[in-house]
């Protein structure tokens, strides 16, 4: 389907669905089919308990393994630039249509976009000893990580068809999505599937990050247990809102319950994925990566007393636990609140400069580190009222159009963030088009060496900078560091 010079293709299968016998197995061949199906449309969303983002409701159904294309290719021979988007939602939510998340605008600097679904929740992550014996590689979990790689599989062996070069592949991802892209980098059924990786506010750099199999498997007996069923035959008999509705009564407050993390399975995800990196042993990728200024805004909940946090503080970081409190300290109830705040928005800034100093001494020449500052002016999302998590995407993917803000804020401030998103847009595409995000017109971005970290600073203004907060990314290096 043409649209203002693109050509977009929705709904395009990329494996079988995954239901019935195929629920809980890694993503199967797609069948050929014998007529020219219409892709005119978006599929449903992987199943979830929804929305896919604020104010953005879709259609859910366990079928919904499918891909969407933006082109601005004349012929099949452009070789252009391909851009995957990886989206976030804590591996519970997300999808690869919401309305956010189109290629219509990134497209037209000259890429090909595509984005995707993949499972979600427990239908995506489960792992049980039952489903592991059954499986040909002896391992169970992590159904959503294998349906990425199918997607990639899909671009390498059909990209070259919409005017794209399988050669030059970026991954781009926030959030979760980010998480995925540090993963994938050291998965060895992903080797060679992709060039470059942009990951925003997301790295699964910790040192605990994810469970292992047998962890995990555990996890899966207790989850199943509560269904009162007596094998996975008959656990692939449940309904899959049944299967929903308990994801959403069984998360922890933190969102973390077992079933929406991927497990070290020795198949897909080989051995902990910091300790990878740290032995050199992740693909030697181009590499962007970054954070926003203000992560804890809407991903903290209801912060902890005083003496509830001091308490919480002791029991996560044991012996650097007092290291943590004299940097995140709480004489008061207020000021517990706020080192809780900074606590997480440190967090995520460390993973991204640690994810950047692992790929600059793997001898990495294109890494580049950035930090959002930038106040979006978009009332629709009222927690976007600060460079929050998730702050950068409308600009990443122009919507909500600058172009509306003159019916709510001055000519001037919408000029202003025009030209951030501009900008943005362009470094993204540079990036994906030579692994370097710097070209006419725009600040320096000076690329990341461990000897003497540098960022982009994108906040009203763009310009180099030291990097803020250096005292907290030290402590979380050492806190992390494998033993």
């Not at 069923?229 to 922890?252: F, G, L, N, P």
Request: glycine share 10%; charged share 20%.
């Amino acid at each position: 389907m043409r649209e203002d010079g693109l050509t977009v293709y929705r709904g395009i299968p990329f494996a079988a669905p995954p239901v019935g016998n195929l629920r809980w197995r890694a993503p199967q061949p797609v069948k050929p089919w014998p007529n020219i199906i219409q892709a005119t449309a978006f599929k449903p969303a992987c199943m979830q308990e929804g929305p896919t983002l604020p104010g953005m409701m879709e259609t859910y159904s366990e079928d919904c393994l499918y891909l969407n294309v933006w082109t601005p290719a004349k012929t099949s021979t452009d070789k252009l630039a391909v851009m995957v988007y990886l989206y976030g939602g804590g591996n519970t939510s997300g999808s690869g249509s919401a309305r956010l998340y189109w290629g219509d605008r990134l497209a037209r600097k000259g890429v090909i976009i595509v984005t995707f679904n993949y499972r979600l929740g427990a239908l995506g992550l489960l792992a049980h000893p039952e489903l592991s014996q059954e499986s040909s590689y002896h391992t169970s979990g992590n159904y959503s990580f294998l349906d990425v790689i199918a997607a990639l599989k899909w671009v390498r062996d059909n990209i070259g068809a919409f005017g794209g070069d399988p050669g030059n592949v970026t991954l781009f991802g926030q959030s979760a999505g980010a998480y995925l892209g540090s993963t994938l980098m050291v998965s060895p059924l992903a080797r060679g599937l992709f060039q470059r990786v942009i990951g925003s506010s997301g790295g699964a750099l910790g040192k605990s990050d994810n469970p292992t199999l047998a962890q995990a498997e555990q996890i899966g007996i207790a989850y199943v247990a509560q269904f009162g069923v007596h094998s996975m035959r008959e656990m692939r008999q449940v309904s899959a809102d049944k299967i929903i509705a308990m994801d959403s009564r069984t998360k922890s407050p933190d969102g973390v319950n077992g079933t929406n993390r991927a497990s070290i399975d020795g198949h897909a995800i080989p051995a902990s994925v910091r300790a990878l990196y740290v032995a050199g042993k992740q693909a030697h990728v181009d590499l962007l990566i970054g954070s926003n200024a203000d992560e804890g805004v809407n991903t903290l909940g209801p912060p902890m007393d005083a003496a509830r946090y001091a308490a919480d503080t002791r029991a996560r970081y044991r012996d650097f636990a007092d290291r943590f409190l004299a940097l995140y300290p709480a004489r008061s109830d207020t000021e517990a609140a706020a080192s809780q705040l900074r606590r997480q928005s440190d967090d995520t800034a460390w993973r991204a400069y640690s994810w950047a100093q692992l790929q600059a001494r793997a001898d990495v020449r294109q890494v580049y580190l950035y930090r959002f500052s930038t106040i979006p002016p978009f009332g629709r999302w009222p927690k976007l009222h600060a460079a929050g998590h998730g702050a950068e995407l409308p600009y990443v993917f122009g919507f909500p159009p600058i172009e509306l803000l003159p019916k709510y804020e001055s000519a001037e401030k919408a000029a202003l963030h025009a030209r951030i998103e501009d900008r943005i847009q362009t470094y993204w595409t540079n990036f994906a088009k030579t692994g370097d995000p710097n070209g006419p017109g725009l600040p320096q971005w000076p690329a990341f060496r461990s000897s003497a970290p540098k960022l982009l600073n994108m906040g009203d203004e763009f310009a180099a900078e030291d990097l803020p907060n250096r005292p907290a990314l030290e402590l979380l290096d050492a806190y992390n560091r494998p033993k």
